[in-house]
Structure formats: C-alpha cells, structure tokens
C-alpha cells in the first residue's frame, strides 16, 4: 500500500474555486469507488466532506464536490471562503477491508 | 452523538509497546460499526493502522500487521490500540475512529494523541 498522492498545497481567493487531485493506482481508486475526503483545521480532529466519491454528508456546504475519473479522485471548493483554509486528506478503499490515505494538501484562501 | 476521546502515554521508549484507548461515548461500541485506529507522523498524511468488529474480526494495515493488535472491551465501551517493538518513524498523532458497518469512510474521529518515541 502506497500513500496516494495529492500536491502539497493549492490556493486561491475568496469566490474562487480550487481543485485538489488525488492519485492512487488500479487497485485502490481505479478499482473501488469509495473515495472519501477529511478536512482538517490546525488542532482538530479531521471532519468527513465527502464520501463514496461524490456524496456530502449531511450539514457538509454543498460548495464541496467529488469526482474520479481513472485513478484519479478530485475534491472542487466552488466559491472559496476563509474557514475552507485548512488540510485536506483524500482516502480510497483498498480492497480486503484496508484503506490508503492520501498525502494531503494544504488550501490558502489568499 | 458520537464521541470518540483517546487516552494513553505521551512518551515511549523505542523497543517498548505503545498502548493506546479509545472511549466512546454517545454510542454502544457493540451496535454495527467498526473501530479503528489511524496515525498522523508529524508533516505528513494519515496511514489507517487497522479496524476492528466488536464480535472480534480485525483488519490490520500489512505493514504493520506483525506488531498491531486491535482489541474491544464492550463492558467499558472502549478499544484498545497495541503497538509492539516501537520506533522513532511511529512518532505520530493517533486517532480512533468509527467505520460504519458496510460503509468506507470514518466518522467521526476523535481529536488524536501526540506519542512520541524517544529515549
């Protein structure tokens, strides 16, 4: 199991939108499509976004979207806002009941 | 609502074992849901460690397969972390976690403990 990877950070102004990649492999995200993402701010316990790829849990702002396309997962904030700064994680199933966790990225709001 | 709250040392030698708990709260450890453990090295993503069922089926990452053991107590309403044969590069925040039964995400955590390993 190899960490999946996600750039180390990305930023953007307040309105805008960001998008954070996810790479994993054929037998992780490729293969299942129950990708989930954490957003974590400094001192906090890591809060759930989105799940089974592209589903928001209940109370999560629907500027919070996910996609996959391949090998590749992808979490969109549309019309950024300051509180959205914070780490973000992605996760994949990784096939017999294990899970990868993603390297994760660091969002600025500028 | 659910709360998760670990509780352990925060200093441990290297060679020695690493022992962690994980309290719950606001929910019964043996409805349907797994428990797990997740680490956080310093700089760096999470690595999931392993879940456990409360009827006693467990699930370790393979790279630390041989020196995890996950455990329930249910009349505590409480899991356990064992982490044996520690090292420098186990220095991390740990965090429980719940994984609904049949689903494959974890919510929610609790808010980790910093463990370091050091002389």
């Known amino acids: 199991q190899s960490a999946l990877t996600q750039p180390r950070s990305v930023s953007g102004s307040p309105g805008q939108s960001v998008t954070i990649s996810c790479t994993g492999t054929?037998?992780?995200?490729?293969?299942?499509?129950?990708v989930s993402w954490y957003q974590q701010h400094p001192g906090k316990a890591p809060k759930l976004m989105i799940y089974d790829v592209s589903k928001r849990p209940s109370g999560v702002p629907d500027r919070f979207s996910g996609s996959k396309s391949g090998n590749t997962a992808s979490l969109t904030i549309s019309g950024l806002q300051a509180e959205d700064e914070a780490d973000y994680y992605c996760?994949?199933?990784?096939?017999?009941?294990?899970?990868?966790f993603g390297t994760g990225t660091k969002v600025t709001v500028l | 609502q659910v709360q998760l709250q670990e509780s352990g040392p925060g200093l441990v030698k290297p060679s020695e074992t690493l022992s962690l708990t994980c309290g719950v709260s606001?929910?019964?450890?043996?409805?349907?849901?797994?428990w797990g453990w997740i680490r956080q090295p310093p700089e760096m993503g999470p690595e999931w460690i392993g879940t456990?069922?409360?009827?006693?089926?467990?699930y370790y990452n393979p790279s630390l397969k041989s020196r995890v053991t996950i455990s329930v107590d249910t009349s505590k309403n409480q899991f356990s972390l064992k982490l044996t044969s520690v090292t420098a590069a186990d220095t991390a925040v740990y965090h429980c976690?719940?994984?609904?039964?049949?689903?494959?995400?974890?919510?929610?955590w609790g808010q980790g403990i910093l463990v370091t390993v050091s002389s």
């Open positions: 976690a719940r994984r609904p039964s049949g689903r494959n995400w974890f919510d929610p």
């Open positions: 606001g929910y019964s450890i043996s409805s349907d849901s797994h």
């Open positions: 054929s037998s992780d995200i490729g293969y299942y499509n129950y």
């Open positions: 996760c994949s199933d990784a096939g017999s009941y294990t899970y990868v």
């Open positions: 456990m069922y409360h009827s006693g089926s467990t």
